[in-house]
C-alpha cells in the first residue's frame, strides 16, 4: 500500500518532504504576525489523531513532519500510544527508566512489521566522515552516538533519515540533556529527521509525587527526576538544537487503577490544608499536629510502600 510521503518500492518520496512544506505554510500563514512564535519554542500539536490520556508538546513542526513525510512511523506511535496503558501497582512497583512497562512500550513499536520486516528497534548510529580528492579519501573522524531506545526507519529500502523514540520515565533530569544534545547531533547529520521523548506529564507528576512511596519509605518520582517540567525549560533555552521534537507527557487518563492515587492526594491536600489554617481551629499548633498527623498516615496507609506489595503477593 502506498502512504504520503512513500513511493510504492518503500523509498522515502521528496514530494512527501514538499507536502509537509506546504502544510506548514498553509497552516500558519494567517499567523505571519506573532513574529514571537519561535519555532524552537515548545507549542501544542496543530495535528489532529493524538491519542488521548497525553499532553502533548512540539518544536519546529515536528508533528505535521511525522504526519506528513512519515506517515507509517506516525502511525506506528499512534497505536503504540494508544496501546500504552500501565497500572497505579506498576508505577508503585517500579525501578528506574527501564520499568515493565517502558519494555512493553518499546516492545509494542519493536513488534511492528511493515512488509514483513521489523522497523524499529534499539540501535546505536555511527557516524564516519571522510575527507580527500576524486574517491581517494581517508576517513576523519568516527563517532559511535548513545544507544536510542527505538529507532524507526525512515523507509525500508532508506532508513534515513528516521525516527528516534525514547522514554524516561523516572531517571534523573540530567537524562534529558543526553537525549536532546544526541537528537541534535543525529538530525545534523541527517540520521533522524525526528526525535520524540515520552515522559511524566505535568498533572501525573503533581499527582503522584509525595503520594508513591518507594521500598525505602522515601517517596518516588521527586522534583528532580524525569518529567514534564524539567523537560520542557531545556528546550526552550535551545536544548535539541535545530532537531524537530515531540513531547508526550504521560497524564492520569492512561493509568489503569489511578483512582486510589487521587483518594491519596486528596486526604494529604485535607492535611496540608489543616497545617496550613489550624489557627483558625485551634490555639496552639501541638494541638492541631495530632490531627494533621493521622490525616496524613490514614492517607499514606492506603498506598503502602512497593515492599509491602511484594510482601503480601509470597
Known sequence: MTHRGQETDGTPDLAGHVRAIAALNARFVDKAEEVLDLAGQVRPPTIDGLPEG????V?????VILEQAFPDRFHDLQSALEQFRPTLDELRAGGGGRTVF????????GDMLHGGQRVWGSQ?????KRIGFDGDAEPVSKVRGHEIDMFGSGSLAQPFPGVAVEMEWNNKDPFFDRDLINFQALHHEGAIAVGVIVTRGPELQSLIS??????????KYGSSSTHWDKLIPRVNLGGGGECPLLFVGIEPGRISGIDLAFEVRAMLDEADELRATWRESYSHWGDAKPAYDALRRQA??????AVDIHRRGR
Open 124 to 128: 546505536n548510529i555511527t557516524i564516519e
Open 59 to 63: 518544536s519546529r513542526y515536528a508533528d
Open 300 to 305: 499514606l496507609g492506603l498506598m503502602p510502600p
Open 54 to 57: 497525553y499532553t502533548y508538546g
Open 210 to 219: 509525595g503520594v508513591i512511596r518507594s521500598r525505602d519509605g522515601g517517596f
Open 102 to 109: 517502558v519494555r512493553r512500550f518499546d516492545d509494542s513499536l
